[in-house]
């Protein structure tokens, strides 16, 4: 079995940093591309990063700037440093990878249970 498991959240005054971390934990032949979504309350889910299997990131633009995503392929782990946060940052963050199983040979998308960042003004 797979499962992403997440740490880093918790709460942060209004340009303070958070890291978050996930790890991809089971029996898996290979990670494809990895990245964070987040939800905030009344807000519909939005992809906040991704970083593709050969570490090419990419970022919603309301974090450019602020938010750095990185892998680590040894670890079977992506991060999330989160600077200069903002009110506006408040979510749950769910990790997702695109993870190909041991023994099968499709990828499929895991998401991790979430965790709560809240930055306070």
């Known amino acids: 079995q797979v499962q992403l498991v997440e740490s880093g959240g918790g709460s942060a005054q209004a340009g303070g940093s958070l890291r978050l971390s996930c790890v991809v934990a089971?029996?898996?032949?290979?990670?494809?591309?990895m990245g964070w979504y987040r939800q905030a309350p009344g807000k519909e889910r939005e992809r906040v990063a991704g970083v593709s299997s050969g570490g090419r990131p990419n970022y919603i633009d309301s974090v450019k700037g602020r938010f750095t995503i990185s892998r680590d392929n040894a670890k079977n782990t992506v991060y999330l440093q989160m600077d200069s946060l903002k009110p506006e940052d408040t979510a749950v963050y769910y990790c997702?990878?695109?993870?190909?199983?041991?023994?099968?040979?499709?990828?499929?998308?895991?998401w991790g249970p979430g965790t709560q960042v809240t930055v306070s003004p």
């Open positions: 089971g029996t898996f032949s290979s990670l494809g591309g």
């Open positions: 997702t990878a695109d993870v190909q199983p041991y023994p099968l040979y499709s990828f499929q998308g895991y």
